[in-house]
């Protein structure tokens, strides 16, 4: 492909970025819809199966794959460990263990075959990067729900990945090989991050370069997201496992800054994410969503709701189950909702699971479909359930 080429697609991707969200401010009287979702179908638009004004190709593949690292990035340095640990943490690991062995029973007993185990990874994940902004705007966050909410997204974001890694890995490295050397490293990191939290220097430089050209916060935030998704590449992991633990190392060293300082460091990397590279994972989702693929097999179309069917049993049912006692009502059901939310992780496995044959591309799609309803359905079930300005649906950032 030549420069000019790829350049006019850039341009068109960074277009349909831009489109999203005041399309979704468009028909906001009509429908509440997720800017992700509307992300991916004007991916789909543009892509090569309906308008073909972008094409796959490495370059573009590259780009998207540096969103999707800074999603799970930012999902790792959005989670507060010191809310979460003890209870929270403890239910929503059991929660998830019982979510996987009903997913795992479920897919055998269908018939699944081979490929169980990646679909049962898949489908007991939930979309911490996609929740959370919404939960966040909607005041979620600040209630009892919280630190619950963080947890189970927490959980259904890194276990999945986890085994991915474990399972699936492509390096020169066993499986748990493979594992063991990014826990060792997430770890090490954090301990060694942790004990510079404590360096007075270290503080004072992160503030005093927050509002100079320096932006040292930020700088040291990408160094250490690049570097993680090197060394997962370099050890065959998926590079959403190094993302996610780079986001957890950060959030560990920037705490030596205060509440306010913090926010603001969140705030700049929010923008570089959400309003940069995160919007072309999801718009390049859409462009190599196989279209074709879904409308031409009736049984993948009658998959998309036994998917969601079973998003909702296996992450919302059983969650909202493991809250009973430490929540009510439809604080209980929110949590439930939101858990049941999927995506990013699903692709993932779905793309994994028909690269090895292990599944059809029909399939595949199917499941990318139904997590673009979850997306679109389930937040804003949630917040209804909770009684919250279902307005955030449209405003979140991703």
Do not use: N
């Amino acid at each position: 492909m030549d420069l000019d080429g790829l350049s006019v697609q850039l341009v068109v991707l960074a277009l349909a970025a831009v489109a999203a969200p005041l399309l979704v401010d468009h028909v906001e009287r009509w429908v509440r819809l997720p800017s992700v979702v509307v992300e991916i179908v004007l991916g789909i638009v543009i892509g090569p199966q309906v308008l073909g004004l972008v094409q796959t190709g490495p370059l573009l593949e590259a780009v998207s794959q540096l969103g999707l690292a800074m999603l799970f990035f930012l999902a790792g340095f959005e989670i507060d460990f010191r809310s979460v640990r003890g209870r929270p943490m403890g239910l929503a690991g059991a929660g998830w263990l019982v979510s996987f062995g009903l997913a795992a029973l479920g897919l055998w007993l269908a018939g699944a075959g081979a490929a169980v185990l990646i679909l049962a990874i898949g489908v007991c994940s939930t979309a911490l990067g996609t929740i959370l902004p919404i939960a966040r705007d909607a005041g979620l966050l600040a209630g009892p729900v919280g630190p619950h909410l963080m947890a189970v997204g927490a959980v259904g974001e890194f276990a999945p990945i986890a085994l991915l890694a474990l399972f699936y890995s492509e390096g020169a490295h066993s499986g748990r090989t493979t594992l063991a050397i990014a826990l060792v490293g997430l770890a090490v990191g954090a301990a060694a991050l942790g004990s510079l939290r404590r360096s007075a220097r270290v503080g004072r430089l992160l503030s005093a370069t927050l509002g100079t050209s320096a932006q040292l916060a930020v700088r040291l935030s990408v160094l250490v997201l690049l570097a993680s998704v090197l060394l997962a590449a370099e050890i065959g992991v998926d590079i959403a496992l190094g993302a996610f633990a780079a986001g957890v190392c950060m959030h560990v060293l920037l705490s030596a800054l205060d509440d306010r300082e913090e926010a603001l460091v969140q705030s700049k990397l929010d923008g570089i994410g959400f309003g940069a590279v995160v919007p072309v994972f999801f718009v390049y989702t859409g462009v190599t969503f196989d279209l074709d693929e879904l409308l031409g097999s009736a049984v993948a179309l009658v998959l998309i709701p036994v998917f969601l069917a079973v998003f909702a049993v296996v992450r919302g049912v059983v969650t909202w189950v493991s809250a009973r006692g430490v929540l009510v009502g439809g604080e209980r059901g929110a949590l439930g909702a939101f858990a049941a939310t999927q995506l990013p992780i699903v692709v993932i496995a779905s793309g994994t699971a028909a690269e090895r044959g292990l599944v059809s591309a029909a399939v595949a799609a199917a499941m990318v479909g139904a997590a673009m309803v979850s997306v679109l359905v389930f937040p804003l079930v949630g917040l209804r359930w909770a009684r919250r300005d279902t307005s955030a649906v449209s405003v979140e950032p991703i």
